[in-house]
């Protein structure tokens, strides 16, 4: 069996020139942070800054037979929505790569199919509907919740998102529908305690420390949320004031529950290698409110943060997640069904 330290890696990340300097100086910073510490457990990487959407330029120099790619590349620059493309690229390319695959990557940008599987599959998930225009009466049960269908990182999620009666609900789907020229997705808003459980692995399924956000701070519910701002805006209340604790404060049964469910979610949409599955809980059931299959996976995020908590720096996270990609090389046989 060909191991990733057998392997020169491709460290692949977005650096798109529309960004300010700021965000880009970030992005080549942390891409050389993962790097180096991936160096430090043995493997040979190479960094390929992705700067347009020409991807196969990039990587012209590179033989895929003799190289394994790190996919960190979230898109493609000026090409919008192009997480899957740039997954369905390296396919055609014919490089193996970290991650999910393109099929799951364009499934989990539509939350309504995304829901359906759920559904289908008997995993708890908050009741839904999309609107794709504005209907008197469309919706019954508050309070709710309103997001673009279509998005991933909470964009269009912010206080204005939480609704308390028809008439908010109304003006929110308005506003969706005309800043994200797409359908809104309205959900049951479960105010409860929210979890994001990081899982690895492929045959094998292995739950990370699951980490718990606190929202204790705040009384008002519009705030009760994992906003846009309190990903990525320093600044913002939300992202100073919002807790995590790892591990979550869960009793054994409890945590149980919320690993049978995570990893129902995360098979259910074939993820692979690893991924992040978003859970709330309320009055003893979890609900998977979404499954990031590209999880975010700087050393601050909560998934390199569960890592660290079960024993792994921030290489030998990497290393591991380059194994399990190894074991699709070509030059691996097939594991075992």
Request: some cysteine; charged content about 25%; overall charge negative.
């Amino acid at each position: 069996m060909l191991t990733a330290a057998e392997l020169s890696v491709l460290l692949v990340y977005g650096n798109d020139p529309a960004w300010d300097s700021e965000d880009r100086e970030e992005s080549d910073r942390e891409s050389r942070r993962l790097a180096c510490a991936m160096r430090r457990q043995g493997h040979s990487v190479s960094l390929v800054s992705v700067c347009d959407a020409d991807l196969p330029k990039a990587l012209s120099a590179y033989e895929p037979s003799g190289v394994l790619v790190f996919n960190w590349c979230e898109g493609l620059p000026g090409v919008h929505h192009s997480e899957a493309l740039v997954a369905e690229t390296l396919e055609k390319l014919r490089f193996t790569y970290t991650g999910a695959s393109a099929r799951t990557l364009r499934l989990c940008y539509d939350k309504g199919r995304v829901k359906k599987r759920l559904q289908s599959l008997g995993i708890p998930t908050p009741r839904w509907k999309l609107l794709s225009a504005l209907e008197a009466g469309a919706w019954d049960g508050f309070p709710a919740i309103v997001k673009p269908a279509s998005e991933h990182c909470s964009m269009g999620v912010d206080e204005g998102a939480v609704v308390s009666d028809a008439a908010e609900l109304q003006e929110r789907v308005a506003y969706v529908l005309d800043t994200f020229r797409q359908p809104a997705l309205v959900e049951d808003f479960i105010d409860g305690r929210e979890f994001h459980v990081a899982l690895w692995g492929n045959q094998h399924l292995e739950m990370l420390p699951p980490v718990e956000m606190d929202f204790s701070c705040f009384d008002d519910i519009h705030q009760r949320l994992c906003s846009h701002d309190a990903k990525f805006a320093p600044d913002s209340e939300a992202y100073q004031k919002i807790k995590s604790y790892v591990p979550a404060r869960l009793t054994a049964d409890e945590l149980a529950q919320l690993e049978a469910v995570s990893k129902a979610a995360y098979r259910a949409l074939d993820c692979r290698d690893y991924g992040r599955i978003d859970v709330r809980l309320r009055e003893g059931v979890f609900y998977v409110l979404d499954i990031n299959p590209n999880a975010d996976i700087s050393a601050d995020a909560s998934l390199a943060m569960a890592a660290g908590k079960a024993g792994y720096c921030y290489g030998r996270f990497g290393s591991r997640v380059l194994d399990l990609a190894a074991q699709r090389h070509p030059q691996n046989p097939p594991p075992h069904q």
